[in-house]
């Protein structure tokens, strides 16, 4: 499944690194989310997006969005992430990849290494209605995404 542009996101519940239920609805309805799937914790280029996005994380918050890292990874290993790097935003474990099939960004296989099924990288921005307003997917595990484009789509929502 592709979401497309418009589309009502999915709603999903899944643990966080300290393992608490947390659901897309709780998050929306606070203000805008940005959805960063990633492949791996402590795999280089996830740590490199991940502290960007801590570091303009004041920028989105500013902007009224939330942010949401989702990946395969147990919460064991998302909250040594999160402690390593210092990420203040909830981190979230799809161990089960419900979510990544959810939203179309389902790796499988991942980049010739024999893993069966991780997130692609990619970002989605959701608006307070739970509609999809951006979305951005790479099938290429090195490419990072456009920062810069991201901000402006949550700020763009919070307007």
Do not use: H
Not at 28 to 45: H, Q, R
Not at 79 to 93: M, R
């Amino acid at each position: 499944m592709v979401l497309r542009l418009g589309q009502k996101a999915p709603e999903f519940s899944l643990p966080d690194a300290d393992q608490e239920m947390r659901s897309l609805g709780e998050f929306t309805k606070v203000g805008p989310v940005v959805l960063a799937f990633f492949p791996f914790a402590f795999s280089g280029v996830c740590d490199k997006e991940m502290c960007i996005f801590r570091d303009g994380f004041g920028a989105l918050q500013e902007a009224g969005a939330q942010l949401v890292g989702i990946s395969v990874d147990s919460s064991y290993a998302l909250k040594a992430f999160a402690q390593t790097y210092n990420l203040q935003f909830p981190l979230l474990s799809d161990f089960n990849k419900k979510v990544v099939k959810l939203y179309g960004v389902l790796q499988n296989p991942w980049v010739g290494l024999g893993y069966k099924g991780v997130a692609k990288r990619s970002v989605m921005v959701i608006d307070q209605r739970g509609m999809l307003r951006y979305r951005w997917v790479t099938d290429v595990p090195t490419d990072e995404p456009p920062y810069a484009e991201v901000m402006k789509a949550a700020r763009k929502l919070s307007s």
